[in-house]
């Protein structure tokens, strides 16, 4: 799944896995780059859950053509004003990838970077197959859209999950070390008859 991460600039960064806490009930995303025992970002869902969040909903925000034509004379770590004719369509705020594009994913990029990394994704696929990751290409010119009015979410994009930061304590970490090894099972037998 692609998320996008709170912060300035806003990045996209896949989630590896959703897993609930051992003494807590909230669920924990493992986020971006990792190489077991080396953790990845870690963030909590949101107060209110991650159900939410899963469910399309429809957002308005700025179609493909005006996004090419934005991105002509901004950089890449602008997000488009949430103004002017739009589009409105059914999005959820995390889009599910093919597998074999989650290393295309693992280090951080831009809204646009990555809306430019899944359509060249998309042309390596056969030309009928293209139509089967529309939801994917909607999803990465939705996340180029600012959230909208003037608040203290400025300069958010409109797909924007409220994280929270998860407590840095050696339980936890071990937990999560834990389940870092259960995601990628093989990674850490490789890694540890290297050692050997």
């Known amino acids: 799944m692609l998320p996008v991460l709170t912060g300035q600039p806003q990045y996209v960064s896949v989630i590896h896995g959703l897993r609930q806490g051992?003494?807590?009930?909230?669920?924990?995303?493992?986020?971006?780059?990792t190489s077991p025992?080396?953790?990845p970002t870690i963030k909590m869902e949101p107060n209110e859950g991650?159900?939410?969040?899963?469910?399309?909903?429809?957002?308005?925000?700025?179609?493909?053509s005006m996004v090419n034509s934005f991105y002509e004379t901004h950089s890449d770590d602008n997000l488009l004003p949430n103004e002017g004719q739009r589009i409105r369509r059914k999005v959820r705020s995390l889009v599910y990838i093919p597998t074999v594009w989650v290393l295309a994913f693992a280090a951080p990029l831009l809204p646009n970077e990555a809306r430019k990394r899944v359509i060249?994704?998309?042309?390596?696929m056969p030309q009928?197959?293209?139509?089967l990751f529309e939801e994917i290409?909607?999803?990465?010119?939705?996340?180029?859209?600012e959230l909208g009015a003037v608040?203290?979410?400025s300069g958010m994009s409109l797909l924007t999950i409220p994280w929270r930061d998860v407590p840095i304590e050696h339980t936890f970490?071990?937990?999560?070390?834990?389940?870092?090894?259960?995601?990628?099972?093989n990674r850490s037998q490789l890694q540890k008859n290297i050692k050997d």
């Open 22 to 33: 051992s003494s807590r009930k909230e669920v924990y995303s493992f986020i971006g780059d």
């Open 37 to 39: 025992p080396t953790l």
């Open 50 to 64: 991650l159900v939410h969040y899963l469910q399309p909903s429809y957002k308005t925000y700025c179609d493909s």
């Open 120 to 124: 060249e994704l998309c042309q390596m």
């Open 128 to 131: 009928s197959s293209q139509y």
């Open 137 to 145: 290409i909607d999803w990465t010119t939705a996340a180029c859209t």
């Open 151 to 153: 608040t203290s979410d």
């Open 173 to 185: 970490l071990l937990w999560a070390e834990h389940e870092l090894v259960r995601l990628y099972p």
